[in-house]
């Protein structure tokens, strides 16, 4: 064999074996805003991402304070097209994830959770509500929540509020509604 030909085998069999060592992030259930939450007035409605946290540098070279700042993550459409990238704090003193305003309707966003890694979130925006995402181990349900209404990571950590997402009479539209019955 030449080499050339050890080239262009090399060319075409490394981008496969890369591609396989890449583990696509895990994909969750719809969240959505808490079924019992209250409309505000607004044509927006809001999310909030708890994503994993990390150390923030020290803010001056003698200071040994530091904050555990969430990451940041990306909002895309339903179909994959990246829409924004939120850094989620403000500063590297900010430990308060930022509250996004977004159209109401569905989105997917992809963040780091704290025991799971990168993880796809279909997310349900309304119109005047919140809907919170948990990502960093930190939230559960108010007792006697059934089950049914929550989103779970696969080691059992609650993530959210399930997120209902129906099909409208026409099917070239979809529309977003919160799960309010289980």
């Known amino acids: 064999m ?9 060319a075409i069999i490394l ?9 696509p992030p895990i994909a969750l259930s719809p969240v959505g805003p808490q079924p019992t ?9 809001y999310l909030q991402v708890f994503s994993a946290t ?3 540098p020290p803010v001056a070279s003698d200071d040994t304070w530091s904050f555990d700042v969430h990451t940041g993550y990306d909002i895309n459409d339903p ?8 850094a989620n704090h403000a500063t590297d003193m900010d430990e308060s994830p930022d509250q996004v305003a977004l159209v109401p309707g569905q989105y997917i966003i992809e963040a780091e959770s ?10 349900v925006i309304e119109k005047g509500k919140t809907t919170y995402v948990h990502l960093d181990r930190n ?3 108010p007792n006697r929540t059934p089950l049914s209404q929550i989103v779970f990571l696969p080691d059992g950590a609650a993530v959210g509020w399930t997120g209902v997402i129906a099909k409208s009479a026409d099917k070239n539209s979809v529309a977003v509604a919160a799960s309010t019955s289980h």
Request: net charge positive; glycine share 10%; with cysteine.
């Open 37 to 45: 939450t209250k409309t505000a007035s607004g044509k927006k409605g």
């Open 139 to 141: 939230w559960w349900p």
């Open 114 to 123: 704290t025991c799971c890694g990168l993880v796809d979130v279909p997310v």
């Open 79 to 86: 179909s994959g097209k990246h829409i924004k990238f939120v």
């Open 2 to 10: 030449n080499i050339k030909s050890i080239s262009l085998i090399s």
């Open 54 to 56: 990390q150390k923030s």
């Open 15 to 23: 981008p496969v074996l890369a591609g396989c060592a890449t583990t």
